[in-house]
C-alpha cells in the first residue's frame, strides 16, 4: 500500500467554524428573497404607517369632547399604525388613550430606504475655488 502525502503547493483550508450556516451567510450578503419579492407591498405598508394620523382615529367635538370612531369607521391601514388603545374607568366615565406607533421610525425606515439619508460621497473632497487678483489701473 502507498501513503499519500500532501501536495506541497496546496494551501490550508480556513477554519468554516465562525461563518454559520447558508442562510445566514447569504442573508447578511444578499438580503432575504421574501422582502425583495414584495418590496413595493412593504413599502406601501410603510407609508401606510408613516401617514396614519390620530384624526383618522377620534374626533373632537364643538363641545370639546373626544369620540373615538368606529373600527368600521378607521382605513384599515391606520388601524395597523395604532400600537395601543387603553380604556381607563373612572367616576366620570371611561378615559381612553390611544397610542399611535413612533412615526419617526418609520419615516426615518422610509428615508433610509429611498436613498435619502445616504451621506454625498464628494462632502470630504475640497472645493475648486478660483482667485483672481486684480490690480489697480493707471487710468488717471
Known sequence: MKS???PKNRLPLPSLKDLGSVRKIRRSVGGSDVI???RDMLAQELINLSTA???DVMTWTA??????????DIPEAVLAAIK???VIPSELGNTIEIEMIDKV????TLAKASGLLEQERNV???AVVEVQMVGPTDDT
Do not use: A, E, M
Open 124 to 126: 470630504d473632497k475640497p
Open 36 to 38: 425583495y419579492d414584495n
Open 53 to 55: 394620523k390620530i384624526s
Open 63 to 72: 363641545d370639546g369632547r373626544t369620540v373615538v370612531k368606529s373600527s368600521d
Open 105 to 108: 421610525r418609520v419615516l426615518q
Open 84 to 86: 395601543k388603545i387603553r
Open 4 to 6: 499519500r502525502s500532501k
